[in-house]
């Protein structure tokens, strides 16, 4: 299992808290590629585990605050 930028932003705009389940269905309906839907499958579950957002399946999703971005600049 391997998760790249490209790959998580499929599930960006999911329907958080989610199931892993949920997250396999989501991927299919809105047409994400393979390596998604492989991804979430191979991830191991604990009974009906619920996952609150992308940090919970890749905790190296990287967040607002990983980029350099200075609003008061712009």
């Known amino acids: ?20 389940d949920e997250l396999v269905d989501y991927s ?3 047409g994400a590629p393979l390596e998604v839907v492989e991804n979430l499958q191979a991830m191991e579950e604990e009974e009906e585990e619920i996952y609150e957002g992308i940090e919970d399946i890749w905790p190296d999703y990287p967040s607002e605050e990983d980029f350099l971005w200075n609003e008061d600049e712009y």
């Open 1 to 20: 299992m391997y998760w790249t930028l490209e790959l998580a932003s499929y599930l960006s705009d999911a329907p958080w808290p989610a199931t892993k």
């Open 28 to 30: 299919i309906r809105t």
